[in-house]
C-alpha cells in the first residue's frame, strides 16, 4: 500500500521526451509558415499597387493630369499645393498611403521610365532596393501578374 502523501511527477526523461517532440514539430511547421507569410506579402504588396493605381486614375480624372513627382502620393489624401487646386475632389484614399510590406515607401514617378506618358509606380520588394530575385523583386505598375503567382514571374500584358 502506498502512502497518500507521495506525489507523482515527471521524470527528467519523459520532459526530454516532450521537448523534443515539440522542436521536431517546430521544425516542420516553422519553414511552411514562413513561406506563406512571403507569399501573403507579395500579394499585399501587388494588392496595394492596384489600389494606388485606381486612385491615381480617379485623380487624373478629376484634375486632367496624374499627380507630379514632386507632390507625389500625399496628393491623394490632401489637395495639392498648385493652381489647379480648385478641382481636386478627393481624397483619393480613405486612409494615408501605407508602407509596403517590408516597411518601405512606394516609389511613384512621374512621367515615368517605364511609362512616359503617365507614372511609375513600384515597390521595390524584401531587400528594398531595385531590381532582385524571387522575394527581393520589384512589384510594379508596368508588369501584369497573374492571379495565383507566387513565384514572383511577371506575365506578358494583356493584348
Known amino acids: 500500500m502506498r502512502p497518500?502523501?507521495?506525489?507523482r511527477g515527471f521524470t527528467l526523461v519523459e520532459i526530454m521526451v516532450v521537448i523534443i517532440v515539440l522542436t521536431i514539430l517546430a521544425a516542420a511547421v516553422i519553414p511552411n509558415l514562413t513561406g506563406k507569410t512571403d507569399d501573403a506579402r507579395v500579394a499585399r504588396a501587388r494588392s496595394d499597387v492596384a489600389a494606388l493605381e485606381a486612385a491615381i486614375d480617379m485623380f487624373k480624372l478629376d484634375m486632367g493630369r496624374f499627380p507630379t513627382s514632386e507632390e507625389g502620393l500625399t496628393v491623394l489624401r490632401e489637395p495639392p499645393?498648385?493652381?489647379?487646386?480648385?478641382?481636386?475632389?478627393?481624397?483619393?484614399?480613405?486612409?494615408?498611403?501605407?508602407?509596403?510590406?517590408?516597411?518601405?515607401?512606394?516609389?511613384?514617378?512621374?512621367?515615368g521610365v517605364f511609362n512616359p506618358d503617365s507614372y511609375d509606380l513600384s515597390s521595390l520588394g524584401a531587400d528594398g532596393q531595385e531590381g532582385g530575385e524571387g522575394y527581393a523583386r520589384?512589384?510594379?505598375?508596368?508588369?501584369?501578374?497573374?492571379?495565383?503567382?507566387t513565384g514572383m514571374a511577371p506575365t506578358a500584358p494583356a493584348p
Not at 4 to 7: E, G, I, P, V
Not at 84 to 100: C, E, F, M, Q, T
Open 138 to 149: 520589384d512589384i510594379t505598375s508596368w508588369e501584369h501578374y497573374e492571379a495565383t503567382d
Open 81 to 111: 499645393q498648385s493652381d489647379d487646386a480648385v478641382r481636386w475632389k478627393g481624397p483619393y484614399l480613405k486612409k494615408s498611403v501605407p508602407p509596403d510590406p517590408w516597411g518601405n515607401p512606394y516609389v511613384y514617378v512621374c512621367p
Open 4 to 7: 497518500k502523501n507521495r506525489r
